[in-house]
């Protein structure tokens, strides 16, 4: 019963619990919060009958709200009857009030149209008088824009294009936007843009026009730059050479005098032509006029497009840069033709650099630097080119002028010109190879002219002459009387003239390329060298070989050589008073001479060799032997007289050369005459010879043997150029003697007989004798015993050959 009880108990709360649930719903459906999909949920959550219940709910609800809107009707109703009651009471009250009012105010507008009529003409009058005001105040707004408007168009038409855009300017900003709601304001706007446009339009139709102009006057802004730049430096260095009481002290008197007479020309001229100029000095400005370049620049600023006309000034210039830096395809053959193209670029970098300074921002330091080194790598490559072309020192020298008048003008605009300089001792170069040949061709004319005789001097006066031309001393010969002979030829002095010539040609170029003494001085060493060792040794060397070229000339030649290679100290004394650079100084260049005229010498001393071996050889040529003759003719062959005579008139001639070539000359005839005599004997094509040509063979030996014991050169010790033929006399007293049982005995020993007998050579020559010997009576002594002088001679023919077996194996 109890459980029952608390089971009843539990269903009590639970509905009721249910019940709260149930109206705490309906609480929130009532206050229109949503969603409401948490509050249904609530009342669904896992109950059986849950909806029925809760529309049960809900309908008690809704009748319970029925009931409490009809009490409040209920309650209001009397209120509402009774304000319908008090309208209808006052509606015929209004009625009245209605009428009365519409009867009002028909009598007031009747009242008031004159009144009304008064003041409509009172308004119209006024309106009339403000308009008119307005029309007066408008007019003041629009006359001064008019007047701009005006004054805009005669600006425009006097070309004062600048003011116009100022005009312009103030027009939009200042006067315009006053009156803008008209609509001739709105046609001088949308003109405005338009005459911009033209005002840009003619201002750059005026820089084309000024471009084309300073293209065309390039070359002669650039000439007078040029002109003023060299008359300034002109001007400074004759000041400079005027103060310098010291200048040229040391150089030659003859050359000093010189130098003076032209310092004080160039001087006096220099003061004429500064006094021409001084009244009127023309530059840039007043040879081209640069105004539209400042309007055009000053109108594209004010109108905002300055970075625009910049870049198109500048692209425009580099166009006519290139075509400026464009050479001529015939600029190399004249000055003319460098001295125009120098002008154009100097012309057009003057321009640009007045452009720099007098305007803002139109070029730049660094555009100008760019384009500077762009036409400098340009510059550099044209003149590399073109003056390679260049064969004529002078043309060349007149190059090197223009580039530095032209490197000094653009250097005084503030443009780096050291490259320029490097290019000059391009240049430098490559002109002293063009004076290197043109000496070339003045040194062979000197040598084809000489006569190669000693220059003969009849009196006092003609010797002073030459010694003023070359330095020669020789007391001996001051003591000898007049009329005499100096030993070298005219070409001696003609080729000391020459080389200083070269070197005042060398001097010239190096003379404004801002050096220093000494680096002048070293140049005139190095060039000088390159004349002595490359051309003048060449011209000597060419001159030895010529075939006209006899052993009189080649005499002449050594004597030649060893004058000039003494003059080589008075050259470098020479140059050293052109520098007044001392010879002691360390980085001093020698001169090369001494080793130029000692190759010169040796090669005319080795052709003096040849040619004499060559003039033997024709003598042996013409030698005509019997070699199967029975007896000798008693005497020499005549061939051999005239050799040696000839040789005797040579050596002769060799007086005046230095002991020793004579002496090698003449030791060298005789061994190639000794050889050529011993050729002559073992000639393959001879096939038999006789006792009496070797007789007469040996009669020839003789007379070259006293020939060379007379001495023909001084010099020789003892019996030395007697040696020359050794091998010939003992060959021949083998022969003449017959002693071959001695020669075979003592074959080999230091201390034999005939040492320099070589046993083929003799067996050669008696293989030859022993086929003539039936014809020969050689062996005449010994007729009663022919065997026993053939089995003889068999048998030494044996043993020569065994020795040259024995000698071939050995080797």
Known sequence: MATKSRSNLSELYLEENKDQIYDNALAEIQSFELPLGTTLRSVYDDQPNAHQRFMEKLDACIRNHDREIEKMCNFHHQGFVDAITELLKVRADAEKLKVQVTDTNRRLQDAGKEVIAQTEEIIRCRVQQRNITTVVEKLQLCLPVLEMYSKLKEQMNVKRYYSALKTMEQLENLYLPRVSQYRFCQIMIENLPKLREEIKEISMSDLKDFLESIRKHSDRIGETAMKQAQQQKTFNTSLQKQNNVNYGRNMHLGRSRILESKNEITLKRTFEEDDEHEEEVLTAQDLVDFSPVYRCLHIYSVLGDGEIFENYYRKQRRKQARLVLQPQSSMHETVEGYRRYFSQIVGFFVVEDHILHVTQGLVTRTYTDELWNMALSKIIAVLRTHSSYCSDPDLVLELKNLIVVFADTLQGYGFPVNRLFDLLFEIRDQYNETLLKKWSVLFRDIFEADNYSPIPVANEEEYKIVISKFPFQDPELDKQSFPKKLPMSQSVPQIYIQVKEFIYASLKFSESLHRSSTEIDDMLRKSTNLLLTR?????????????????????????????????????????????????????????????????????????????????????????????????????????????????????????????????????????????????????????????????????DVIQCELFASSEPVPGFQGDTLQLAFIDLRQLLDLFMVWDWSTYLADYGQATSKYLRVNPSTALALLEKMKDSSKKNNIFAQFRKNDRDKQKLIETVVKQLRSLVNGMSQHT
């Open 535 to 699: 051309t003048l040794s060449s011209c000597l060397q060419n001159l030895i070989k010529k075939p006209h070229i006899g052993l009189t000339e080649l005499v002449q030649i050594i004597i030649n050589t060893t004058h000039l290679e003494q003059a080589c100290k008075y050259l470098e004394d020479f140059i050293s008073n052109i520098t007044n650079i001392s010879q002691v100084t360390v980085h001093t260049a020698r001169l090369y001479g001494l080793s130029t005229f000692k190759d010169a010498r040796h090669a005319a001393e080795g052709e003096i060799y040849t040619k004499l071996n060559q003039k033997i050889d024709e003598f042996i040529q013409i030698a005509d032997y019997d070699w199967t003759m029975s007896e000798s003719d008693g005497r020499a062959s005549g061939y051999l007289m005239d050799l040696i005579n000839f040789l005797r008139s040579t050596f002769q001639v060799f007086t005046h050369l230095p002991g020793k070539v004579a002496q090698t000359a003449c030791m060298s005839a005789c061994q190639h005459l000794s050889t050529s005599l011993m050729q002559m004997l073992l000639d393959n094509e001879l096939k038999q010879i006789s006792m009496g040509a070797i007789q007469q063979f040996n009669l």
